[in-house]
Structure formats: C-alpha cells, structure tokens
C-alpha cells in the first residue's frame, strides 16, 4: 500500500499562485507515476501526471500556467499553479500509480484532496 499526504492549498486571488505537495510513502511498492487530479466542471479529470522517468503531462486547460515536478530525493511531487483563475477553485486530488517489486499488476491509490479557492 502507497500513502499519500498533500498540502499546499489555500485561498488566493485570481491571478495568484500556489505549490501543491503531494508525498509518498511508498512501503517498498514501485512507482509508475503520479499527479493532480481534480473534480470541476464534472467528473474527477487530468490536471498533470509525472512518470517516474519525469515526463509530465497537462491537460490543455492548465498548460502553459501549472507546472509539475519531482522532488530529487523522496517520492514527493509539486504542483506550482501561477495566474490562477476562478475556474480552477476545486478540490485537488493527489494520485500514485505503482506495482510490487518485480510485479506487473498496477495499483493506485488517492490522496483526501486540499482546497484550493481562488477569488474573482
């Protein structure tokens, strides 16, 4: 089992900027990869993933404003999320990819989320 802890969020003016933490303890389980999810406008959706190699991903919304990155000695990811709008208020869900060692089955597991609010 993988645990995750996130902070990070808070109440920032649009415009504004935040970090995202999300740490990982792994418990000897291999991680394929990690990332932000949130729920807005509808179902929980993509907001950017990190592969263990350090390739990310973005959904288009947020390219260009959010970047995510790795820590260089833990399991431990950042979201840093500059000209905040009010669209991205939501509840920002932390998710880790990962195996057994020497396995192939994937599993993955989810953070309890942490707010972020941005004001008009």
């Known amino acids: 089992q993988v645990q995750l802890v996130e902070s990070g969020g808070g109440v920032v003016q649009a415009g504004g900027s935040l970090r995202l933490s999300c740490s990982a303890s792994?418990?000897?389980?291999?991680?394929?990869?990690m990332g932000w999810y949130r729920e807005a406008p509808q179902k929980r959706q993509l907001v950017a993933t990190i592969?263990?190699?350090?390739?990310?991903k973005y959904a288009d919304s947020v390219k260009g404003r959010f970047t995510i990155s790795r820590g260089d000695a833990d399991d431990t990811i950042y979201l840093q999320m500059n000209n905040l709008k009010a669209d991205d208020t939501d509840v920002y869900y932390c998710?880790?990819?990962?195996?057994?060692?020497?396995?192939?089955?994937?599993?993955?597991?989810w953070g309890q989320g942490t707010q972020v609010t941005v004001s008009s």
């Open positions: 998710n880790v990819d990962y195996k057994a060692p020497g396995g192939s089955y994937e599993y993955d597991s």
């Open positions: 792994t418990n000897g389980y291999v991680i394929n990869s």
């Open positions: 592969t263990g190699a350090g390739y990310p």
